[in-house]
């Protein structure tokens, strides 16, 4: 392949490079399975409260997923820093201090819309944590 980051040079990156690298990544994989490169959005502006979305793929037509979109509607949210579970569920829901959890905007929309949730971090996961979690 043409472009393979290291995991030390991943790791390295800050949260707006790591953004920045999610777009390119985007639109790489939009180019070469002919999906419109408008379906991929990626505002870059991460110091703003973005509902749990730092980019988004959506289109219709074609393929149903990709090697690297696991849907036709994939949201993704990347992350710089180190994530513990407990960061992981702040991030796609809220606790109120009565009731059940309150899944954020882009993990709702992504559920009615039958699609996935994708996270973005610089931190090296191996499979054996990376098994699915109930929230």
Do not use: H
């Not at 639109?27 to 973005?50: F, H, K, M, N, S």
């Not at 559920?111 to 699915?132: C, D, E, F, I």
Request: charged share 20%; glycine share 6%.
């Amino acid at each position: 392949m043409i472009f393979e980051p290291t995991p030390e040079q991943i790791s390295r990156l800050t949260s707006i490079e790591l953004v920045q690298l999610m777009k390119r990544l985007l639109l790489a994989e939009c180019r070469l399975v002919d999906i419109p490169l408008r379906a991929a959005t990626v505002p870059l502006q991460i110091t703003i409260g973005d509902g749990g979305e730092d980019g988004r793929v959506e289109w219709a037509g074609g393929v149903n997923s990709t090697d690297f979109f696991p849907s036709r509607f994939s949201i993704f949210q990347s992350k710089a820093q180190n994530l513990t579970e407990s960061a992981v569920f702040d991030e796609v829901a809220k606790r109120p201090k009565n009731g059940p959890p309150v899944l954020n905007n882009a993990v709702s929309e992504m559920l009615a819309k039958k699609g996935a949730y994708v996270t973005a971090r610089v931190k090296v996961l191996v499979a054996s944590v990376m098994q699915p979690k109930a929230v």
